[in-house]
């Protein structure tokens, strides 16, 4: 059932001409509950932004590992109000809008997202209105905002009990993996950073060698001199290439699951606060009760009828809290694994992607340099 | 003593000179060195069937100091101003790898066993590898000097090659060094005044042109080239870190393929670039050499006229003048030939140097292709 959902919607999301323009996003379906096969909408940052809110308060949601949002760049973003027409924006443009397509198609992924309505207007519906209350988000990022939720349930003062330990295991595990998968980014980081530098290097270098050629005066060697600074311009835009490929295909993987771990924590942290208020609850509950009993001892019938209307609504609440904590401990429990499915095949996807491209980038290297071979043994 | 690495093997690694070595009459090479701290202790070993040296075959401990002492004195010969004196070697540096074996063992804390055990194994192949240059380097600096038809038969090569005792009492002291500093200072103020000298022949006008014209772009391509080879090298290392990385995460751990591809070829071409800079050099001073001797010339032929309007010591005046264009003749005739015969061994060089880099680039990019279309055929099954 998971395959065909999968191909069933396709969200894109396709940056527009002027960069003051909106980016569309557009998806073919053959799923029946869309009015058209394909559509196309224009959508702000803050609408996308604006459907991650909509989303996580829903609690009918809770418990579930919904995706987040990209992070909201303040200064990439001024560079292209600005207007500024050099490589570094346009890679920013990519880059936003890679993350924005990689967000709707997780979202699509999910069964129960897929079926949610206001998910299904944000991909049908022409206008929005404009998305508020975005500011947790846009202002201090999505991890802070869950780290500093998690940190309110740590300090509740009951701490749980609990008898399965399969949620304490599970959340270090996702803890622990976090950890890894931030320190791989950061080495990724170094290696998008250095191949940047090298492709630089080579193309000076591939200058030099020109100029090296132009100077020398045996003619075949002249010759081999400047095929030699070709290959090299061929070599740096390998190198580009690649750096291309570090980046947004196995970068941008670990900068995605980073966040995405944040959120799988956000569910164990929602199982919490379940708790806590089923906790809370029992507590007043207690007191109501111990409220009664004193009533009884002060022999005041009025208040007492009002008493024991309130220990019925606190009993009703208990057990609806009750039922809220259990059902979102099952729900926890197959989103975990759901998500790890997920992550499996989205790593092996990607990885395969990655080495695929390295694959090519060292078999065009090979055309260069067994062309250039001749040209070598022909000096004399 | 025999010889530790075979023929076929230093062949290959002898990049940047080739046909030395093939005589037998005077057969060098270095067998082995030691490294003790700073300082790297070189086994000269000779076969000879001259008769200018005492035994057929021996061996001699050297240091870098004395290779530099044996440069140094050739260059100072009088005698082979007219000659191409092959470019001294430069000093042992280990200084990279030390530098990052310290920041490795900083390290060690924040990394697993097994991303230290890679690095550090890495870095020992670095380490190996200025080893080995270094030692070809003293090596190939030696042979060409066996090779040379004049300078093979200087007293003070043939010192160095027997002399079983320590060199360093004859070595320059504190004094001879500053001297010698000081001259390089001199002859660079003098590189100004000899571009002005007005040339007189032909040969020697298009070499001058050519060749600081060469020099200074080759020396830009070294540069440029270095840079190069070290940013290949630290895309490397980054590998190296995620690959260990990604063991602990237990996802995969293919992704060694770009590490041993920088260091060899680009490493190649690095060399032979330094290398010819430094051959172009000592070009470039034979010919300072050779235009001092015709300001020189110059300068007797104007001392000449003085004297004989003042009829004073015409006589000596006459015979410096006669020495002096002996001597610029001489450079001329032994310059022509030696600039001639150095154009040849560069093109050579080139050829082979490229040739192998080119195979090698070809051999690394078809292992990595492998390797990539096993881990993905792997992952790809699963």
Redesign the interface.
Request: overall charge negative; charged content about 20%.
């Given at each position: 059932a998971q395959e065909t959902q999968l191909f069933s919607l396709v969200p894109a999301v396709r940056n527009p001409q002027k960069s003051s323009d909106l980016p569309v996003s557009s998806s073919s379906t053959s799923l029946p509950m869309f009015r058209n096969k394909t559509f196309s909408v224009r959508r702000r940052f803050s609408d996308f932004l604006g459907l991650y809110e909509k989303m996580s308060v829903k609690s009918s949601l809770h418990g579930c590992v919904i995706p987040p949002p990209p992070e909201k760049s303040v200064m990439g973003m001024t560079k292209v109000k600005v207007g500024k027409d050099d490589p570094s924006s346009a890679e920013f443009l990519e880059r936003r809008r890679a993350a924005l397509e990689r967000y709707l198609q997780r979202v699509v992924c999910h069964p129960l997202l897929l079926q949610d309505p206001d998910v299904r207007e944000f991909l049908e519906k022409e206008e929005l209105p404009r998305a508020v209350n975005t500011q947790a988000l846009s202002g201090a990022g999505f991890l802070k905002m869950i780290n500093k939720a998690s940190d309110a349930v740590n300090k509740m003062t009951i701490k749980m009990n609990e008898s399965d330990t399969w949620f304490e295991d599970k959340l270090q595990e996702v803890e622990s993996?976090e950890q890894?998968?931030r320190?791989?980014h950061a080495?990724?980081d170094?290696?998008v950073n250095?191949?940047k530098?090298?492709c630089g290097?080579?193309a000076?270098?591939a200058k030099?060698?020109a100029?090296?050629g132009n100077?020398?005066?045996?003619t075949?060697?002249s010759r081999?001199?400047s095929q030699?600074a070709e290959v090299e311009d061929k070599m740096e835009q390998l190198h580009q290439e690649q750096a291309a490929s570090d980046f947004f295909i196995f970068a941008e993987l670990l900068a995605d699951y980073i966040r995405l771990l944040g959120a799988v924590r956000g569910c164990f942290d929602q199982r919490m606060r379940a708790w806590q208020r089923w906790q809370e609850a029992q507590s007043t509950l207690q007191k109501k009760r111990e409220a009664e009993a004193k009533l009884l001892w002060a022999n005041k019938p009025d208040k007492l009828q009002q008493a024991k209307e309130e220990i019925t609504e606190w009993e009703a609440k208990v057990t609806q809290y009750e039922r809220d904590f259990d059902r979102i401990g099952v729900t926890v429990r197959k989103e975990v694994l759901r998500f790890e499915e997920e992550k499996a095949k989205d790593?092996?996807g990607q990885?395969?992607k990655y080495?695929?491209s390295?694959?090519q980038s060292?078999?065009r290297?090979?055309k260069f340099?067994?062309a250039?071979?001749p040209e070598?043994?022909a000096?004399? | 003593m025999t010889s530790a690495l075979d023929e076929s093997d230093k062949e290959k690694t002898r990049s940047v000179s080739v046909d030395l070595n093939n005589d037998a009459s005077l057969l060098i090479d270095i067998p082995d060195a030691l490294c003790e701290r700073d300082k790297v202790k070189f086994t000269v070993h000779t076969k000879t069937t001259l008769s200018a040296f005492q035994k057929p075959e021996f061996s001699v401990p050297r240091q870098h100091e004395d290779f530099i002492w044996l440069h140094d004195t050739l260059v100072e010969t009088e005698d082979y101003a007219g000659l191409i004196i092959p470019p001294a070697p430069p000093k042992p540096d280990f200084e990279s790898p030390r530098e990052k074996m310290h920041k490795l063992g900083e390290g060690e804390a924040t990394m697993t066993k097994e991303e230290y055990n890679k690095m550090k194994q890495e870095l020992e192949a670095e380490y190996l590898a200025v080893f080995k240059k270094t030692v070809q380097v003293h090596e190939i600096f030696l042979q060409r000097l066996s090779s040379h038809a004049i300078l093979s038969k200087d007293r003070n090569f043939q010192i160095f090659l027997e002399y079983d005792q320590d060199l360093s009492v004859r070595r320059k002291n504190a004094k001879e060094m500053f001297g010698g500093f000081f001259k390089n200072m001199v002859k660079t103020a003098d590189e100004v005044i000899i571009s002005g000298i007005k040339e007189v022949d032909d040969f020697f006008e298009q070499e001058k042109t050519f060749l600081l014209d060469y020099y200074s772009k080759i020396k830009d391509s070294t540069a440029k080239a270095e840079k190069m080879t070290r940013s290949h090298k630290n895309v490397a290392d980054d590998y190296i870190h995620i690959s260990a990385t990604l063991n602990t995460l237990s996802a995969d751990d293919s992704t060694k393929v770009e590490g041993r591809v920088a260091s060899d070829q680009e490493l190649k071409l690095t060399e032979l670039l330094r290398y010819y800079m430094r051959d172009i050099q000592a070009a470039k001073d034979l010919l300072y050499r050779r235009a001092r001797a015709l300001a020189d010339y110059e300068h007797s032929n104007k001392a000449l006229d003085k004297a004989r309007l003042k009829s004073k010591d015409v006589p000596q005046a006459e015979e410096h003048q006669q020495q002096c264009l002996q001597k610029f003749d001489k450079l001329s005739e032994s310059g022509k030939r030696e600039l001639t015969s150095f154009k040849g061994r560069r093109v050579v060089a080139f050829r082979k140097n490229l040739i192998e880099m080119a195979e090698l680039e070809i051999k690394h990019a078809k292992n990595n292709v492998t390797l990539l279309q096993g881990c993905i055929d792997l992952l790809k099954s699963n």
């Open positions: 993996e890894q998968l320190k791989l080495v990724v170094s290696l250095h191949r530098e090298l290097n080579t000076v270098f030099s060698m100029m090296l100077s020398e005066d045996n075949a060697l081999a001199l030699l790593f092996k990885i395969v080495l695929e390295m694959l060292q078999q290297l090979i340099w067994e250039f071979l070598a043994k000096i004399a | -």
